[in-house]
């Protein structure tokens, strides 16, 4: 299976703040790595596919990087509304795999 | 709009088997996408179950083999979940997604919250 590993698992930043979330893999995915934004009893929400492919509608704050093992996703300026669970998956190769999470707090 | 709806027992006994269906509003499932399961026990992260594809194909998460079924109702626009043996440790909330290739979960259904407890 294709391990994903975030970090950090939680962090808390202030409103207007950047936001960094790192995934790696076990091995290439190539960019086939989603994101995904959770709030509390809310399914997760579809950020970004692809690595680095905003969803429509998505906030232009949030932006995603990385080819390979390495990715990240990027919040520009940290908004109130962010606070949640944020989830990377790979779908490069079955098992599907999700890394188990980072959680952003307000400071 | 695409639309998602998990539906089922939310208690299951131990050693029986889970059943849940999703519905499907506003695309024919058998026309495209990839359709599947993810479930999330309290508190932790999220696990992939399986999915089945719109010709009918199926992938399964090793870590479920042998306890797990997804199949379609066309005629009910559904797909369901079928997970045998369950035990304490298969308590979660249900969820049900699309996906096409090369993409991720989108939509996603609202999520069922199925405990097994006797």
Known sequence: ????????????????????????ASQNINAWLAWYQQKPGKAPKLLIQKASNLQSGVPSRFSGSGYGTEFTLTISSLQPEDIATYYCQ?????????????????? | QVLLQESGP????????????????????????????????????????GTIYHTGNTFYNPSLMGRVT???DTSKNQFSLKLTSVTAADTATYYCGRRDYGEGFDPWGQGVLVTVSS
């Open chain 2, 70 to 72: 997804v199949s379609f």
């Open chain 1, 90 to 107: 790979q779908y490069n190769v079955y098992p599907l795999t999700f890394g188990g999470g980072s959680k952003v707090e307000m400071k």
């Open chain 2, 10 to 49: 939310r208690l299951v006994k131990p050693s029986e088997t889970l059943s849940l269906s999703c519905t499907v509003s506003g695309y024919s499932i058998g026309s495209a996408s990839w359709w599947g399961w993810i479930r999330q026990p309290p508190g932790e992260g999220l696990e992939w179950i």
């Open chain 1, 1 to 24: 299976d294709t391990q994903m590993t975030q970090s950090p698992s939680t962090l808390s930043a202030s409103v207007g703040d950047r936001v960094i979330i790192t995934c790696r």
